[in-house]
């Protein structure tokens, strides 16, 4: 990510105290849709195998990436690509939106993980700022310890938190609790980038925030792996971004992890969540859509056997849904504009 494209992300000030970072803990769930991939397994070629979801053409991935790419991997959807899609959700007595989530089971716990993602469509920026979404994934190492990576639209931006000036702008968000020993920066600098503790549902984290200029449509390549070990055995977990739509790799940084940590569990999360400034009716959150490809470990060789779709609570305004395709799931949140 270079500096004017840093400088070209339409960075605004926030001046609004209370704004949702969306990092809640995993919630309670309702409307369930569980759905087998043995059928999808076969046709990737399932644990062991060397395909891996991703975009058609990309052979042998992209530098960093991890992941096989070829002839073999499943096409990434077209971008709005159409499909059918489930009812929406039940409508609560909140306003605001719905949290959409898929769950994973992969068969075994694995030493890496990554995930595809495009941003289907953006939010309408307005002044001020109404709405934001947090597109990310969430997973856990044996042990316990949670992680959490993705990229927001109107996400708040501090250089220096709790602060700092606070800007409304495109993010990149990797946490890990569980308190990792250290945490960091990689290809984007500070002030574009910074280190900070956090406490949130009662577990203390350590994150990295940076301005990010994604782009809706483009597809994303997120990979959480071991980068190096230092003398005494802890482990960096680094962070990576890869463009599949430019070739472009981000390192996003890297956080050091007690070797007791064990590796990452099976069951992981897709999740998209509302960045709140305010809701005042069901119409005011700004449509959001968003694909998400099956995770996959060990560098794309240890693929799920289920996926299923909740929303979360608690329940608000009915305009949340899935649409399924063959190894992805798009969540959508909003009307349709």
């Known amino acids: 990510m270079t500096r004017s494209a840093l400088r070209g992300a339409g960075l605004r000030f926030a001046f609004r105290g209370s704004a949702a970072l969306a990092c809640a803990a ?9 759905v087998p991939l043995g059928s999808w397994l076969s046709e990737t070629g399932g644990e062991g195998g060397a395909a891996s979801a991703g975009v058609s053409g990309a052979s042998g991935g992209v530098a960093g990436d ?61 002044e001020p700022p109404t709405s934001g ?58 002030p574009d980038a910074r280190v900070a503790p956090a406490t949130a549902n009662g577990v203390n984290w350590l994150t990295i925030h940076a301005r990010f200029a994604w782009e809706a449509c483009h597809v994303y390549r997120f990979r959480v792996a071991p980068e190096s070990t230092d003398d005494d055995g802890n482990i960096w977990y680094g962070a990576w971004i890869s463009d599949l739509t430019t ?19 099976p069951g992981t999360t897709s999740r998209v ?31 799920p056997s289920f996926q299923t779709n909740y929303f979360e609570s608690p329940a608000r305004c009915a305009t949340s849904r899935f649409t399924n395709f063959t190894g992805f799931v798009r969540h959508e949140i909003g009307e349709d504009p």
């Open 26 to 34: 995993f919630g309670s769930v309702a409307c369930r849709d569980q």
């Open 66 to 126: 991890g992941g096989a790419g070829g002839e073999d991997a499943v096409t990434f959807p077209a971008c709005l690509e159409a499909g059918t899609p489930f009812s929406t959700n039940v409508a609560g007595d909140e306003l605001g939106s719905t949290e959409t989530s898929t769950d994973w089971t992969l068969p075994n716990p694995v030493e890496s993980i990554e995930w595809d993602l495009s941003v289907e469509r953006d939010v309408t920026e307005t």
């Open 133 to 190: 979404y947090y597109y990310h994934h969430r997973f856990s190492f044996v042990r316990g310890a949670p992680g959490i990576f993705g990229i927001q639209s109107e996400g708040i931006y501090q250089s220096d938190p709790p602060g700092s000036e606070r800007e409304v702008t495109k993010m990149a968000v990797f946490w890990l609790g569980g308190a990792p020993l250290e945490a960091e920066l990689g290809d984007i600098a500070y």
């Open 247 to 265: 070739g472009d790799v981000t390192f996003l940084g890297r956080m050091l992890v007690a070797p007791d940590a064990g590796l990452i569990s």
């Open 273 to 303: 969540s509302p960045i709140v400034f305010g809701a005042l009716s069901c119409s005011v959150p700004s449509p959001a859509s968003a694909m998400f490809a099956a995770p996959r470990g060990n560098g794309g060789t240890v693929l």
